[in-house]
């Protein structure tokens, strides 16, 4: 206890009493990121995992000051951008201090010319993007979280935006970084395009999830705001079709900024399909009780029809299995004019050739005016005393359809799952499950969660695929860190060992620590 | 050569070669046996180099020599994904894929003969292609001997969240944090046609300006490069498309704003490249956009490469410049080669 | 006390469940970097004190204090979740409960401050202003711009101090108020025409009073709407563009938006320029609901943040009180009060009353 007191006089010292908190709002606020399962945690009363102290640096100086402080106490130190992990990343189970990045949020230099910006990591993501818009610009990142998350967070965690197959995923826009490392120095690691020996510094910071350093700002490739844009949405007789125009348009070459592909319980849920009323019965309900508007709350009986319809998994997904085939695809392409035209008439041939019916630019402009509508409806199956969670795998092209069918498969029995199928490569592709349920009550719904999950990722590695695309590893992903990377774990120990010699920083996350 | 050598058998690594000074060289054929390698040269605290065929011996070096792990394991023709051992050369590979109407894109002279494990060792960057990018950037997995003898793996995809990049380690590392002893590349269909073009500019940053904004629009060629042409620098580039495309090299001279020029120039340099193994290119300059022209000049440069918004790398010819000084980085790299091996640092 | 909540208890778990939506848009949030001050995070320890979770105490009631009204939450929110009434619920209890900053009591319950002009007028008659807590100097320019508008002669409203007592409902005293925007209500019956000239009062006459039963008889205006196109003869006052803020409570709250801007483009020789945020999702200058009082430091921070993307321009917003806040906020910076601004352009000479 002293010597927590003498830590939180010298990082008050340091960064100003105004900006090291410890009351229990403060404490209680920055325990958990937007991980489900601390919610469902919550709900069942756990005790939070809560941190001793919360620090608010205001310059990389400061950082570096509260790196040495906590190094020289011994204490974890937790990174944390806007908290809207999902993978407990930012979760300070070890207690410590949590440090936010957010009061380091400067533009610091846009360079037009160059297409380059530098910018510090506290900077929120909308923000940043509103703010290039301004001036013709766009860094092409848009996450569905990108309201409530930072600059810092996509880097650590390796995230990815809907316009990844354009712009790529936040690792491919990193020119330097700037980071505080374990002995309190800050760092900017060689630029990306002038490598010289030795190993790529950025791509070893970029998805570390706080276990290597503070990231305080990054250097970041930048576009003009695209001069044309050209939409696209075809029913495809089977995800399998669309997948063929996935794979055709990025094989060639070509870089549609949005390639998504719904399967055909997402495609019902979306409800572009225009031979929607084959919907099932209780999916034709949900999807009611789901769909947007009418804000009262949900009544009372809907409540219990969503718990009990997510609460008979295995029905449901039978009563999914009985859906059309049909699947929504949606692009958009952007760029300029010719770029485009070239790259949506080959979208056109493609998805004519796998039997797609053409509905126009409709889908694709809805899909962009709504795109983040869908994060509204986590609230309404919280309130119904379910839960709903995603996760994301991606593998090549050959293996996506097994990995779907077996992760489905292995998931079906606990919860309700659907999935879409986004950011597309030439030799890939991610799949986003999307899985919601329920429990008699907050530990059986735990339970349920637990099991969902578990099977979802041990299925996606028993078909060889990656545990994750973009969300990170941080809590969530742990247990199966160790058979996803097997001994290059020594890799990440030795840059543990390098960067964090006192071992303070976000302990525990990514790999468990030995003997815990 | 191999006279220079003497045979020799060793309990953990089997038969091998000493020569003067502390050399020694290994045939290897397995991905387990260049991770003994690795830990065999860690424990004698012997430098690594990997080479295809016998080199002379060099001080305290153990040549790993790669030639029996060369090959394709397989083609996935679907993903386009070719995996291949890490002993394989890059034209071994491209004829590879070839024969199965692919390709890894431009191989470079300059790197051909190169095994694969070697260039993801030396961080090869000279093949900067707007289409393809590097050659060591399609690599959606790669398994690596690691220094203390074993080997990692890793899941096929083209994009991970699962922490760092941690395969990274061994991209331009030497064999200091290990060696890649299969890869999995993204592979392409063969173009049906390609042609080269050439463009000339009043000076290096007009021609590097005229490269970004074909770049801006949407122009991806295969490889290019900007060199000094008498007094003015000619932007030279092969584009690879469609067999229906007659335009392509008019829309690229259009698109850079420059003054066409004679297509024999350009395709005279794709030639030279495509067999030319010449050192004097590995003097790379970072050059930050608008200050190529003063790059140039300093260093005597020849040619600029990578042209990307933000700058253009310069490579110029030998200097005998003094070494860039170990910087902060460089001494944090040999902490975690250190680590790696186990030492108490 | 803690039952006032529970007629909130839908809206607390839109946001205890919600991924923090509006993250990006909370100024206060943004300007404090502090997850705790989200409305997320404001709605979640609501939700922990409502359940007992957590007590209902002096830092529970600090928490709650973080929040200027704004509604930009509200703006971007799919649910039209309004948090700022919750907020001002949970306010309620953390009163009754003794746990409110004091800053915050006195804030609510200070007189405005002394405005002859306003004592001036008579009682009664067709168009009667209500001040609200702008400082003299807008008052005589709001008085010279509803007489070349063709309004006057004005008159006060009869009985008070010209105040809807919106500060009452926000800091937490919703039967205080209902007694000073009743009383307020009573003293503007049988006029033509009512004009605010704090945004705040014409909402709470417009919005907050009839929402608890009382409707008001005439028409209430912010003196923006009331001389709208009504000002024939103006002369350019100021050389250049100027930075127009949108004061929350006259943008999002009554939804006027261009109404000031054109106006504002006869009396400057430039443009109007707009910040990166503007309309619907303009910035805040963070002197609403208290936090000046409560947190002067932060609520000054807010006010930097909302004007920081056009550093050079002088900045103009059509409420006193927050014109007022923002000079301090950014001190050396020329902040303009669109009242006063406006009036220099009437061109009587004499009059540069520009505060
Ligand atoms: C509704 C919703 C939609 C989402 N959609 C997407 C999506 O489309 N794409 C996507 O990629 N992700 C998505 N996510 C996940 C999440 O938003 C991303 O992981 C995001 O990058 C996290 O950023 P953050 O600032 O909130 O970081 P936090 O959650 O605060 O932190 C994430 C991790 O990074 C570390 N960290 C944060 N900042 C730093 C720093 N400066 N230096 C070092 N370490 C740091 C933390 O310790 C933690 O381990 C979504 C989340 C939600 C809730
Ligand atoms: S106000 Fe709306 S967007 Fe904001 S946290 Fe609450 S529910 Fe989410
Ligand atoms: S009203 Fe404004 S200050 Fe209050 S919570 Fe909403 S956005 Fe934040």
Redesign the interface.
Known sequence: MHDLTRLLEALAACVGADHVRTDAPDRDAYSRDLWPRSQLERLAGDPPTRPQAVVWPGRPAEVADVVRLCAAAGVPLVPFGAGSGVCGGARPDRGGVVLDVKRLKALRRVDEVAGEIEVEAGMMGELLERRLEHRGLTLGHFPSSIVCSTVGGWLAGRSAGQCSSRYGKIEDMVVDLEVVTGEGAIRRTPRADALGPGPDWNQLFVGSEGTLGVITAATLRVHPQPAERSFGGWLMPDYRAGLAVMRGSMQAGDRPAVLRLYDAVDTFMVGANPHAAEGGGALSRLKGLLSAGGDGGPSRLKQTVLRTVLGSPALTNAAVRALPARCLLITVCEGEADEVAGAHARLERLAAAAGGEHLGEGPGRTWLAHRHDVSFKQSKIYEAGCFVDTFEVATTWARLPALYEGVKRAVGPHVLVMAHFSHAYPGGCSIYFTFAGTGRDAAAMRHTYDAAWRAGLDTAQAHGAVIAHHHGAGLSRRAHMPAAHGEARQWFDALKATLDPAGIFNPGKLFAEEGA | MKDAWTPHHDGAVGDLWTGPAGAARLEVAEPVAVARALAWAAERALAVRVVRGVRPPAPRTLQIDVGALAGLVALDEISRVAHLRGGTTWAEAEALVASRGLTLGPVPGCVAETPIMASFAAGERRRPSPAFGHLTDGVLALRAALPKGLLTRSAVAPRRATGPDLARCVVGTGATLGLAVDVHLQVWDRPESRVAAAVRFPGWDAAHDGAVVALRQGLRPAWWCARRRGREVELLAELWGDAGDADAVGRFVDATGGREAPAADAQAWIDARADAADTRWSAQVAAPRGGLAAAARARRGIEAWDLRPAGATLYAPRSGDAADPPDAWAALADRLAEHLRGEDV | MLRLLDAHR?AI?????????????CPVA?AA????VTPW?LM??ID?VHVGR?PLDG??GD?WAHCTGCHRCQA?????NDVPQVLYAARAAAAAAGHAPAALGAWAHSAPPPRPAFDALPEGGPVRLVPGYVDDDTVRAAVRLLEAAGHGPLGRPVGGAGVSGIRLLEAGHPDAFDVAARRLADGVEGARLVVCLDPADALALRRDLPARGRTVGPPVQHLTEAVAGRLAALTPVLEGDVLYLDACRLGRGLGVYDAPRRTLEAVITGRVVEA??HHAEGGCCGAGAGLAATQP?LAAQVGREAVA?VPDLPVVVASGVCAGHLRVATAGRAVHGWATLVARALGRPGQEDEG
């Not at chain 3, 971007?76 to 039209?80: A, L, Q, R, T, W």
């Open positions: 839908h778990d839109t946001c205890v469940f919600c991924p923090k939506l509006c993250r990006f848009a943004e970097a502090r997850e705790t995070g979640t320890r922990d957590a830092a529970a928490l971007v929110c799919k649910h039209d990166v945020m430091a993307d």
